[in-house]
């Protein structure tokens, strides 16, 4: 009896048959142009967000970046580019923001968008522990653009990496491409396989497949509709965070961002000098990690 798409891929026969697969790709599309993004007045948003709502002088972050996203979706998106700031100092390493993330794009076993980086630092008695969230960097110079063999991800003209779920083959050479673990693969898995639940006869006894309906959920990645029910993209496919594109068409700031409980993330359009990931982006205490690739990182720390 054949293998289903599941169990091909979590066999690895996909990763095994990845390089044959990429080659064969590689002469068919390496002369295509690659997804074009619409630019221009066609991308230009005017919404209808916090409009009743009184802006004051010493107001909660969150509503300030709130206001200075539906500024920055009036422009071309062309003349947008995203930033996110992160505070580790007000990190307190609950990991809503990865929770948040996970139910938001609707993430299986596995993948993980924005893990949360435990360190502990000093010797007892005095010992400290540091956390560092690690969203997609959205780079630059991303190194899993050129690696793409069909070229399955790009840069947008935002400064967010996309992946073309439709496009990708999983051969996950982004994944080894990216020097900040940033992407991880979707194998197919499902919280609830292989669970105990009460058969007919009254015995628990294993399943096969989901029967969790928050996992036959729709994912709206990339706002388009994404069903993993029949194993069809993404699983399969590389993925990671998008910064919640998503929910920016619509007016609202990333998961992430409106989980933080200590508001230690920040989030809004770096061409903005007057917005506040602006402000913070060039306080002395910012760094950027493995700087020193000339990946140029749009995730800005401060420790």
Known sequence: MGMNRREVIKAGVLVGGGVVVAGAA???DRLATGSTDPVGKETVRSLPV?????????????????RELVHAMAKPVEQRRWMMVIDTRKCVGCHACTIACVAENKLP?????????????GEFPNVQLRFTPRPCMQCD????????????????????????????I???????????????????????????????DGEDRPVQGPHNSWEDQTSHEYAKGWSRKNHDSP????????????????????????????????????????????????KPNSMRL???LGTKPSVVYLI
């Open 109 to 121: 076993p596995g993948v993980v968008y924005r893990p949360v980086i435990t360190e502990e630092m």
């Open 235 to 282: 699983t399969g496919n590389a993925r990671k965070c998008h910064f919640c594109l998503h929910r920016l068409e619509v007016g609202q700031l990333p998961a992430c961002v409106t989980t933080c409980i200590g508001r230690a993330t920040y989030f809004g359009d770096a061409n903005d000098p007057e917005s506040l990931v602006s402000e913070m982006a060039i």
């Open 26 to 28: 590689v002469l068919k």
């Open 290 to 292: 493995l700087d020193h």
């Open 50 to 66: 916090l409009k009743s709502v009184p802006q004051q002088r010493e107001e909660d972050p969150l509503l300030r970046m709130q």
């Open 170 to 200: 999983g051969c996950g050479y982004c994944v080894t491409a990216c020097p900040y673990n940033a992407r991880t693969r979707d194998l197919g898995e499902y919280y609830t396989h292989d669970a105990a639940v009460g058969a007919p």
């Open 141 to 168: 110079k991303p190194p899993c653009v050129p690696v793409c063999p069909v070229k399955a991800t790009w840069k947008r003209p935002d400064g967010v990496v996309a992946i073309d779920y439709d496009q990708c």
